[in-house]
């Protein structure tokens, strides 16, 4: 029976076709109800080559389709199904001699779909007939004719091949039950070891959790040993700083018993500090206002004389101006005119000796007369023209001469009457004490930098307005050039702007920090630093009381020292009550602190002082000054 059931059941199987050395993956069997190729160990038939997917196709069993089996492409390098791409997820039926190849390109896995069935009635048959030969060649009462012998034999020929060729399909199967049995011994090895190596990492892992949490455990004792240990010490640190703190409170008391004792004695040694640094405020301002009324009166005095006097001399100078233009340009009319007249006095002796020669002829002649008189009409209409044409010669000549004196005194007032600093003409002119004169624009700025000349780098003591020279530059500016009108025109109006926003800018400032001052509390408010107060009873019989010596080492705190109660500042802005050891205001205080025996000739309470820097001869010296610069210009004009 069981060999029946195989006999009669149909074998599937793909023939590989394709040409190749390779023997192996001949015959692909179906077994079961799904066979799936690839290169996946997970496959039914498994073809290990990189051009094979892992899962490749998948051969289903269908027993209501004729067909009986279907092909699906599951892969992304393809199958071909009789030479044609299948499209991927779609089942197509597969028939009888179909080729199916796994992989586009090379014929490498070309296969031929193909079954086998061995029929049950053949078998039989040919059974039966070897069975009945060899009964009849046993019993010798049937007929023996020789015909009935060879198809015998020719039956037991056929029968033999037959069970040869089921014996080799059995050995052929039983192959390949070795060889599926091998590969599932070897994937149960294979999974074996795989088990085996996660049994051995959960394991370890395992272990390592409990050797973690051993020493978690451990970690968490010696924790608390340490909680425990810190507790104790800091019970202890605790005790220790209760001791120091009665310690040092007790320290603390004795410190402010001290610190109240010297601060009763501070006090009073401001108190007497604030007396004396009051008395000498008053001094230093009684002789600050004796000092600054005396310089201005003679300041003003000196500089009403010179102006008087430059005045005065401008006038003269420009009175000879005016006449030496005057009798030049009549000079020079005077000698064209001079000129012209001799020359035509010349032409017209030879024009009429000519004349005389010609009336001669003429009186021989009575026919030229009239040819004589039209002449002389002409002559006399040429000589008008002529002196038409001198006088206009003259007036061009008076004209090019008055040019020429003008460029010589725009080129001398180009030379003279510029500024140092700014190369342009004086505005504003301001005298030194070293009798340069400057911008008052431009030495204001220098001074915001340096408070020495920058001619001579004297030092800057006093400054003088001289308006002699702007009255004079005014005057001359006016008979020269447009250009040269515009140009100063346009440096004052600019100069002016720019005194304008700083003054501006300026008083922003000082608004500021008035208000940041008073924003600060009226704790600070007319109080001097106390560090900064000279020591007491010094330099009393040397001159400036409560000072001496410390006084001339450290001028700027001097200066700190009397500021105004209540300022705040350092002796910086406009402080009326500051005394500004260099400030053009002052400027023999600086040099009362540095060096008084040379300016006051004596110590302070011996007497009044000396004459002050900037005294007559220093004022003779700028006339002298000026005055040469006006010979100088003068002497550039011309004489008669």
Same mark, same amino acid.
Request: proline share 3%; glycine share 4%; with cysteine.
């Given at each position: 029976?069981?060999?029946?059931?195989?006999?009669?059941?149909?074998?599937?199987?793909?023939?590989?076709?394709?040409?190749? /050395?390779?023997?192996?993956?001949?015959?692909?069997?179906?077994?079961?109800?799904?066979?799936?190729?690839?290169?996946?160990?997970?496959?039914?038939?498994?073809?290990?080559?990189?051009?094979?997917?892992?899962?490749?196709?998948?051969?289903?069993?269908?027993?209501?389709?004729?067909?009986?089996?279907?092909?699906?492409?599951?892969?992304?390098?393809?199958?071909?199904?009789?030479?044609?791409?299948?499209?991927?997820?779609?089942?197509?039926?597969?028939?009888?001699?179909?080729?199916?190849?796994?992989?586009?390109?090379?014929?490498?896995?070309?296969?031929?779909?193909?079954?086998?069935?061995?029929?049950?009635?053949?078998?039989?048959?040919?059974? @039966?007939? @070897?069975?009945?030969?060899?009964?009849?060649?046993?019993?010798?009462?049937?007929?023996?004719?020789? $015909?009935?012998?060879?198809?015998?034999?020719?039956?037991?020929?056929?029968?033999?091949?037959?069970?040869?060729?089921?014996?080799?399909?059995?050995?052929?199967?039983?192959?390949?039950?070795? #060889?599926? #049995?091998?590969?599932? $011994?070897?994937?149960?090895?294979?999974?074996?070891?795989?088990?085996?190596?996660?049994?051995?990492?959960?394991?370890?892992?395992?272990?390592?959790?409990?050797? /973690?949490?051993?020493?978690?455990?451990?970690?968490?004792?010696?924790?608390?040993?340490?909680?425990?240990?810190?507790?104790?010490?800091?019970?202890?640190?605790?005790?220790?700083?209760?001791?120091?703190?009665?310690?040092?409170?007790?320290?603390?008391?004795?410190?402010?018993?001290?610190?109240?004792?010297?601060?009763?004695?501070?006090?009073?040694?401001?108190?007497?500090?604030?007396?004396?640094?009051?008395?000498?405020?008053?001094?230093?301002?009684?002789?600050?206002?004796?000092?600054?009324?005396?310089?201005?009166?003679?300041?003003?005095?000196?500089?009403?004389?010179?102006?008087?006097?430059?005045?005065?001399?401008?006038?003269?100078?420009?009175?000879?101006?005016?006449?030496?233009?005057?009798?030049?340009?009549?000079?020079?009319?005077?000698?064209?005119?001079?000129?012209?007249?001799?020359?035509?006095?010349?032409?017209?002796?030879?024009?009429?000796?000519?004349?005389?020669?010609?009336?001669?002829?003429?009186?021989?002649?009575?026919?030229?007369?009239?040819?004589?008189?039209?002449?002389?009409?002409?002559?006399?209409?040429?000589?008008?023209?002529?002196?038409?044409?001198?006088?206009?010669?003259?007036?061009?000549?008076?004209?090019?001469?008055?040019?020429?004196?003008?460029?010589?005194?725009?080129?001398?007032?180009?030379?003279?009457?510029?500024?140092?600093?700014?190369?342009?003409?004086?505005?504003?002119?301001?005298?030194?004490?070293?009798?340069?004169?400057?911008?008052?624009?431009?030495?204001?700025?220098?001074?915001?930098?340096?408070?020495?000349?920058?001619?001579?780098? %004297?030092?800057?003591?006093?400054?003088?307005?001289?308006?002699?020279?702007?009255?004079?530059?005014?005057?001359?500016?006016?008979?020269?050039?447009?250009?040269?009108?515009?140009?100063?025109? #346009?440096?004052?109006?600019?100069?002016?702007?720019?005194?304008?926003?700083? $003054?501006?800018?300026?008083?922003?400032?000082?608004?500021?920090?008035?208000?940041?001052?008073?924003?600060?509390?009226?704790?600070?408010?007319?109080?001097?630093?106390?560090?900064?107060?000279?020591?007491?009873?010094?330099?009393? %019989?040397?001159?400036?009381?409560?000072?001496?010596?410390?006084?001339?080492?450290?001028?700027?705190?001097?200066?700190?020292?009397?500021? %105004?109660?209540?300022?705040?500042?350092?002796?910086?802005?406009?402080?009326?009550?500051?005394?500004?050891?260099?400030?053009?205001?002052?400027?023999?205080?600086?040099?009362?602190?540095?060096?008084?025996?040379?300016?006051?000739?004596?110590?302070?309470?011996?007497?009044?002082?000396?004459?002050?820097?900037?005294?007559?001869?220093?004022?003779?010296?700028?006339?002298?000054?000026?005055?040469?610069?006006?010979?100088?210009?003068?002497?550039?004009?011309?004489?008669?």
């Amino acid at each position: 029976m069981e060999l029946n059931a195989i006999i009669n059941k149909p074998y599937y199987y793909l023939k590989r076709i394709s040409l190749s /050395e390779d023997k192996k993956y001949f015959i692909i069997p179906f077994k079961g109800e799904e066979v799936s190729v690839g290169r996946s160990l997970e496959s039914s038939f498994v073809l290990p080559d990189v051009s094979i997917s892992r899962q490749h196709a998948v051969f289903k069993k269908v027993n209501s389709h004729p067909a009986a089996w279907t092909v699906k492409n599951v892969s992304s390098s393809g199958t071909l199904l009789n030479g044609v791409i299948l499209p991927q997820g779609v089942d197509k039926p597969l028939h009888l001699n179909d080729t199916v190849q796994f992989g586009v390109g090379e014929n490498k896995f070309l296969y031929k779909f193909a079954v086998k069935i061995i029929s049950s009635n053949r078998a039989a048959s040919t059974a @039966a007939s @070897a069975t009945r030969a060899a009964t009849e060649t046993c019993n010798p009462n049937l007929a023996t004719n020789k $015909a009935a012998e060879v198809s015998a034999s020719h039956s037991l020929v056929e029968a033999h091949d037959h069970l040869e060729l089921r014996l080799h399909d059995s050995r052929t199967a039983y192959d390949r039950l070795l #060889k599926e #049995k091998e590969e599932l $011994a070897q994937s149960l090895q294979q999974q074996k070891l795989q088990l085996e190596k996660k049994y051995q990492d959960e394991r370890d892992e395992l272990q390592r959790q409990v050797m /973690e949490d051993k020493k978690k455990q451990e970690l968490q004792e010696t924790q608390e040993k340490l909680s425990l240990q810190l507790q104790q010490k800091v019970e202890q640190l605790e005790q220790r700083l209760a001791n120091e703190r009665a310690e040092l409170e007790a320290q603390m008391r004795i410190e402010q018993q001290k610190k109240e004792e010297l601060q009763s004695q501070q006090e009073m040694v401001c108190n007497k500090l604030l007396e004396e640094k009051r008395a000498l405020q008053e001094a230093l301002e009684q002789e600050r206002v004796r000092l600054q009324a005396q310089m201005q009166e003679q300041v003003t005095e000196k500089v009403q004389l010179v102006e008087q006097q430059l005045q005065e001399q401008l006038k003269q100078v420009q009175s000879r101006l005016q006449q030496q233009e005057d009798v030049a340009s009549s000079l020079s009319r005077e000698l064209e005119k001079k000129a012209e007249a001799e020359q035509r006095l010349q032409t017209l002796e030879e024009e009429k000796t000519k004349l005389e020669q010609e009336l001669e002829k003429a009186k021989q002649d009575g026919q030229q007369i009239s040819t004589l008189q039209s002449a002389l009409e002409q002559m006399d209409q040429d000589k008008a023209t002529l002196q038409q044409e001198m006088e206009m010669m003259e007036f061009a000549v008076s004209a090019e001469a008055k040019k020429a004196v003008l460029d010589t005194v725009e080129q001398a007032m180009d030379s003279e009457m510029q500024c140092p600093i700014c190369n342009e003409l004086f505005i504003k002119a301001i005298l030194l004490n070293c009798s340069h004169t400057f911008c008052e624009y431009c030495i204001n700025s220098w001074k915001k930098n340096k408070r020495d000349c920058p001619a001579c780098r %004297a030092a800057i003591t006093s400054e003088t307005r001289s308006l002699a020279i702007d009255n004079f530059i005014d005057k001359i500016v006016n008979s020269l050039s447009e250009d040269m009108k515009i140009n100063r025109l #346009k440096t004052i109006k600019d100069r002016e702007d720019e005194i304008v926003k700083a $003054a501006a800018a300026e008083a922003a400032a000082k608004a500021a920090k008035e208000a940041a001052r008073s924003a600060r509390g009226r704790g600070r408010r007319g109080h001097a630093r106390h560090r900064e107060v000279p020591p007491i009873g010094r330099g009393r %019989a040397r001159g400036l009381p409560g000072t001496g010596d410390w006084g001339r080492r450290n001028p700027e705190r001097i200066r700190v020292q009397v500021g %105004a109660e209540g300022s705040g500042s350092e002796g910086t802005g406009s402080d009326r009550s500051v005394v500004m050891i260099s400030a053009p205001i002052n400027p023999t205080f600086g040099h009362f602190l540095d060096n008084r025996s040379a300016h006051f000739g004596r110590p302070y309470n011996e007497g009044p002082p000396q004459p002050l820097p900037g005294s007559s001869s220093q004022y003779s010296a700028e006339l002298r000054a000026q005055q040469s610069l006006l010979q100088s210009l003068l002497s550039l004009m011309p004489r008669r």
